[in-house]
Every structure is written in structure tokens, then in C-alpha cells.
């Protein structure tokens, strides 16, 4: 098959496009650095560098696939996310279409199912609701769990002020993932027939944040690392300290806001979800390495 993959070499696309190649695929990947391309060659996929909101590019790199998978990168400094993200979404429509791609894979959320009050998983619902309408094109969406690697974002809070935190109490119930376990699940369904318009939930282990604070502080030397709740208004200040832009910081408290009340995981019970093999504990090891 020729697939292409954007998400350049992310915590997903580098994975898949590696099973996907080690499979005796045809390979593209979409990166927009070009210091990437080498790197991209070397994983011995073909490198296509451009902006995902240039159509007639994305056009072009779809243009001969079998299959394509498509993710909307974070962006934690946008003004408007929401905006931004449309801006992809609305590309990759435009270029499904004229690409003639019948088969997609795309990367959404779980809780893309609520239209509001989740931060910025609206901008998956936004996308499902697109791709949800082309005609003739198969897709499966794939609704992750929080990733793991989000935990990474907690590594100054926890040099800092020598704590775990967010604004959902700590005995919240947190459904989460490793990207690997994702990349798993898309390079199986992107080789496969997909026939109409499908949803497939994807998660690795389930935790409370207290849990959490004592399994990846133990991985640091910190094996008493508290979790403590923050308020909303503490949450907001703290990610905008960090740098973050108003537009995400308000979105990060209303999806901490959804955690906190479950309304993120209703349709993942519902429906079931396919469970990956990597441990938190194992990612306590990944997270220990760029703690030091």
C-alpha cells in the first residue's frame, strides 16, 4: 500500500510509520520542518515538507495513497485553537476530496462526541463532523485516552514546588494511553479494509491521579510526590505562567473541568475500547529520563 502519515515524527507518526514501512509499505510522511527530512529518509519513508494548511500541498501529498492518516498537531500557543485547528481540518477535507484518497484514518478524542465542555477536544469533534460528511470515503476515527506523555508538561511543577497537580480532585478517574499503544492500533486498521464511518476507542491502563504522583514519582526518587488539587482559577494562572496562550489555558481547565466530572469516558464505557500493552510504570521509565 502507499499511506501517507502526517504528524511528521511525532510521539504517534514515528511509530506507525516504522511498523508501517517494516511491513513493506510505501510510506510518506508529512513533516513542516524540513531539518526532519533526513531523519524521515532515513526511516526509509519518503519525506514531504509543507504547511498542513496549504491545501494544494497536502493535495499533492495525498494525491496515489491507498490510505492516509491524519492528526491535527497541538499547538499551545495559538490565540484561537479552535480557529487554527479548523483551518487543517478544512485542508485535509479539501484534499481528500480532490485527492481522490478513499481510505482515512484519522487521530481524534475520546470525548469528541460532546459539542462543548471539553477544552480543546472540540477541535476533534469539529473534524469528525467534516470528515463524517465526505461522501464515498471510508474512515475510522480513533479516540485515545490522555496520553501519558501529558505528564510531561508536570515535570517544572514538580522540580518547582516538588508536587503533582491540576484542577480535578484526586481520586478523579483518569482513562489513559501511551502513543505507542495508539500507533499500534492505527497501523492495524490503516492495512485493513475500513468500511463506512467508524469510531474505535484506545487505552492502555486506567488511574487516579494519586496513583499516578506515586508511580512516576517513584521512577524520579520521589515516591511520596503529591498529588494536589488546584482550583480552576490556580490551573488557569499556572499554565499561562508557563508560557501557554490565554486561548489554551482556558481550554486546559474545561478539559480538566470534563475529568473531573466523567463526561469524557460515557461513550468509551459504552462502546469498549481496544487495550494497548505499555504499563504507566513503563512509561515512569520514559518520564524518569527526561525528569534528570
Do not use: C
Amino acid at each position: 500500500m502507499k499511506i501517507t502519515v502526517t504528524g511528521s515524527l511525532g510521539n504517534i507518526s514515528k511509530p506507525l510509520a516504522t511498523q508501517l514501512i517494516g511491513a513493506g509499505h510505501q510510506v510518506t510522511i508529512i513533516s513542516s520542518n524540513a531539518d526532519k527530512a533526513k531523519e524521515i529518509e532515513a526511516l526509509g519513508a519518503t519525506a514531504a515538507i509543507g504547511s498542513l494548511t496549504d491545501t494544494a500541498f497536502v493535495t499533492d501529498a495525498f494525491t496515489g495513497a491507498d490510505a492516509v492518516y491524519t492528526m491535527i498537531p497541538p499547538n499551545l500557543f495559538a490565540e484561537d485553537f479552535r480557529a487554527s485547528a479548523n483551518q487543517i481540518s478544512d485542508s485535509y477535507v479539501a484534499a481528500i476530496k480532490v485527492s481522490g484518497v478513499k481510505q482515512v484514518v484519522h487521530l481524534s478524542s475520546v470525548g469528541a462526541q460532546h459539542s462543548s465542555g471539553t477544552g480543546p477536544i472540540i477541535s476533534a469533534h469539529d473534524a469528525e463532523n467534516k470528515l463524517n460528511k465526505l461522501d464515498g470515503v471510508d474512515v475510522r476515527f480513533i479516540r485515545p485516552a490522555f496520553f501519558y506523555t501529558n505528564f510531561l508538561g508536570n515535570i517544572g511543577l514538580i522540580k518547582q514546588a516538588g508536587i503533582l497537580g491540576s484542577n480535578y480532585p484526586a481520586d478523579t478517574r483518569l482513562i489513559l494511553v501511551h502513543p505507542a499503544d495508539i500507533a499500534t492500533v492505527i497501523a492495524r486498521e490503516i492495512q485493513q479494509p475500513i468500511s463506512g464511518k467508524s469510531v474505535k476507542y484506545v487505552y492502555s491502563s486506567e488511574h487516579t491521579p494519586t496513583e499516578v504522583a506515586a508511580i512516576l514519582g517513584t521512577a524520579i526518587g520521589k515516591p511520596k510526590l503529591p498529588f494536589v488539587e488546584f482550583t480552576d482559577e490556580q490551573q488557569y494562572d499556572g499554565l499561562k505562567q508557563a508560557g501557554i496562550s490565554a486561548d489554551m489555558s482556558k481550554n486546559y481547565v474545561e478539559l480538566g473541568v470534563a475529568a473531573r466530572t466523567g463526561i469524557l469516558w460515557s461513550d468509551l464505557d459504552a462502546q469498549g475500547a481496544a487495550k494497548g500493552n505499555i504499563s504507566l510504570e513503563e512509561f515512569a521509565k520514559e518520564f524518569a529520563q527526561y525528569f534528570n
